[in-house]
C-alpha cells in the first residue's frame, strides 16, 4: 500500500528544544517537500529536495533544518532558533516528470508549549 | 513573480453549484491544480488542468482555465455537505519545482 506518512500527528515541544518531524515514502519519488500551514495563510514552502543527499530552501526555511541521506526519508528539524514553530507542517513528494502530482501526508501538528 | 489568489471564503446551499476562484501570476505554469483539505488532514488531489488545455470535467468537477486573464475556477455541481473543506489552487513550472499554492477557500455547505 503505496503512500506517504507522517509522524507523530501530534507534537508537543517545549520552548527551547529542538524537535524532528519524520516523513517517510514508498512511492519511489525523487522530490519531497516541507510546507508549513497557518490558519489563513496557506501552505508556505520551508525545504525540499530534488534528489538525495541536496535540498534547497524555500520562502521561510529560517529556524529549520532536513536532511535527505536516503530517497524515502525526508525529516524535518524545528530548532530552538523558529520564533513562530506552533503550526500544521505537511509533507509531500513527487516523481519528476510531465504532469506531477504531489502527493501529501496526513500533517503533524506541533504545538509549543 | 509567482502569486496565487483565491477568495478566503466560500458559502451556498446543500445542492447548488459551487464556483471557487483563483487568480495566478506566472503565464508560463505549465500545470494547474485543485486540492480539498478536509480538517486535520493532509491535501488531496481533486483535479488537474494542463495550461493548453481551456476545460476539463471530472464527474461533478469542471475545470475552466481563462489563460488571457490567468484565471482558473473549480466549479463543484450538486454540492453536498461532504464537500465542506478548504480547496486550494496550485500551479508549477516545471516537473521538479515546487507547487506554488493560494491561501485556500473554506467551502460551508448549509443544509
Known amino acids: 500500500d503505496g503512500g506517504i506518512t507522517q509522524s507523530p500527528k501530534y507534537l508537543f515541544r517545549k520552548e527551547g528544544q529542538n524537535v524532528t518531524l519524520s516523513c517517510e515514502q514508498n512511492?519511489?519519488?525523487?522530490?519531497m517537500y516541507w510546507y508549513r500551514q497557518d490558519p489563513g495563510q496557506g501552505l508556505r514552502l520551508i525545504y525540499y529536495?530534488?534528489?538525495?543527499?541536496?535540498?534547497q530552501k524555500g520562502d521561510i526555511a529560517e529556524g529549520y533544518s532536513v536532511s535527505r541521506e536516503k530517497k524515502e526519508s525526508f525529516p524535518l528539524t524545528v530548532t530552538s532558533a523558529q520564533k513562530n514553530p506552533t503550526a500544521f507542517y505537511l509533507c509531500?513528494?513527487?516523481?519528476?516528470?510531465?504532469?506531477?502530482?504531489?502527493?501529501f501526508g496526513q500533517g503533524t501538528r506541533l504545538t509549543v508549549v | 513573480g509567482e502569486d496565487v489568489e483565491q477568495s478566503l471564503f466560500l458559502s451556498v446551499r446543500e445542492g447548488d453549484s459551487s464556483v471557487i476562484n483563483c487568480t495566478y501570476t506566472?503565464?508560463?505554469?505549465?500545470?494547474l491544480y485543485w486540492y480539498k483539505q478536509e480538517p486535520g488532514a493532509g491535501l488531496q488531489l481533486l483535479t488537474y488542468?494542463?495550461?493548453?488545455?481551456d476545460m476539463k470535467q471530472d464527474q461533478r468537477l469542471t475545470v475552466l482555465l481563462n489563460k488571457k486573464d490567468k484565471h482558473l475556477s473549480l466549479r463543484i455541481a450538486d454540492t453536498q455537505t461532504g464537500d465542506s473543506a478548504i480547496y486550494f489552487c496550485?500551479?508549477?513550472?516545471?516537473?521538479?519545482?515546487?507547487?506554488?499554492f493560494g491561501k485556500g477557500t473554506r467551502l460551508s455547505v448549509i443544509a
Open positions: 506566472d503565464s508560463s505554469s505549465t500545470y
Open positions: 496550485a500551479e508549477r513550472f516545471k516537473g521538479n519545482t515546487p507547487l506554488v
Open positions: 488542468i494542463f495550461s493548453n488545455m
Open positions: 509531500a513528494s513527487n516523481n519528476v516528470g510531465v504532469n506531477t502530482e504531489a502527493f
Open positions: 529536495s530534488q534528489i538525495v543527499n541536496d535540498f
Open positions: 512511492l519511489n519519488h525523487d522530490a
